[in-house]
């Protein structure tokens, strides 16, 4: 089992939608968790990081997590062409302190005009 | 507030020979982390620094290596160059890590093709 799994996509949802991505993790003593944003040919963007079970918003972001499922996922509410990249879940392994992250493989999202 | 820095953004080496990468963290970060990342394996840890000192370590061969100075700057190298070594190496920075500032940041990484 992977330490960090995402589903690789394409997810494709049209524009206006929403998007729902998810990550699950194996370590459960892991205390934060992240998304970034991967455009094609750049280097990854933070978009979100939630430490505490529960729902963080920013704009049209959601991020949700739930730790006794071992899971996290990322909410973009009215998606644009613009969102289209590949998003990456990573997880700090381990308990706090301890200062290895463990990213997903990523989902490829397109957001259709 | 600038980014984190990496130089140089392009290399290209040769089997068997080593190189150096460098990054400038964000102004008042001090943990440096490194990643490799490839289109087979996605983005791989490779070690985090903190006040000049290793904290952890992924699961690299020795030929890859890092340190970091007194100003935060980090470098890394890799000996001994393998085909299998062209990647995109990133560098990201955090505030401070034992203070619940887990955020990374990325720079704009260096490509490298090893031929």
């Known amino acids: 089992q992977k330490e960090v799994e995402q589903n690789s996509g394409p997810l494709s949802v049209p524009e206006g939608a929403i998007a729902s991505l998810n990550c699950t993790y194996s370590?459960?003593?892991?205390?934060?968790f992240f998304w970034y944003r991967q455009y094609s040919g750049k280097s990854p963007e933070l978009i979100m990081f939630?430490?505490?079970?529960g729902d963080k918003e920013d704009g049209r972001f959601t991020a949700q997590l739930n730790k006794a499922s071992q899971y996290v996922s990322l909410l973009i509410r009215d998606s644009q062409p613009s969102d289209s990249a590949t998003y990456l879940c990573?997880?700090?392994?381990?308990?706090?302190?301890?200062?290895?992250?463990?990213f997903g493989t990523g989902t490829r999202l397109k957001v259709l005009a | 507030k600038a980014g984190v820095t990496q130089t140089p953004r392009y290399l290209i080496k040769t089997r068997g020979q080593q190189v150096t990468l460098s990054c400038s963290p964000i102004?008042?970060?001090?943990?440096v982390s490194w990643y490799q990342q490839t289109p087979g394996q996605g983005l791989q840890f490779l070690f985090e620094?903190?006040?000049?000192?290793?904290?952890n370590k992924g699961n690299f061969p020795g030929r890859f290596s890092g340190r970091q100075f007194s100003n935060s700057r980090s470098e890394m190298n890799v000996s001994t160059l393998e085909l299998g070594d062209s990647a995109l190496y990133l560098c990201?920075?955090?505030?401070?890590?034992?203070?619940?500032?887990?955020?990374?940041?990325f720079g704009p990484g260096t490509r490298l093709t090893v031929t």
């Open positions: 990201a920075s955090s505030l401070d890590s034992r203070q619940g500032a887990y955020e990374q940041y």
């Open positions: 370590d459960r003593g892991s205390q934060s």
């Open positions: 939630i430490y505490s079970n």
């Open positions: 990573a997880v700090n392994i381990g308990p706090s302190g301890t200062y290895k992250y463990i």
């Open positions: 102004s008042g970060h001090r943990s």
């Open positions: 620094y903190f006040s000049e000192t290793q904290r």
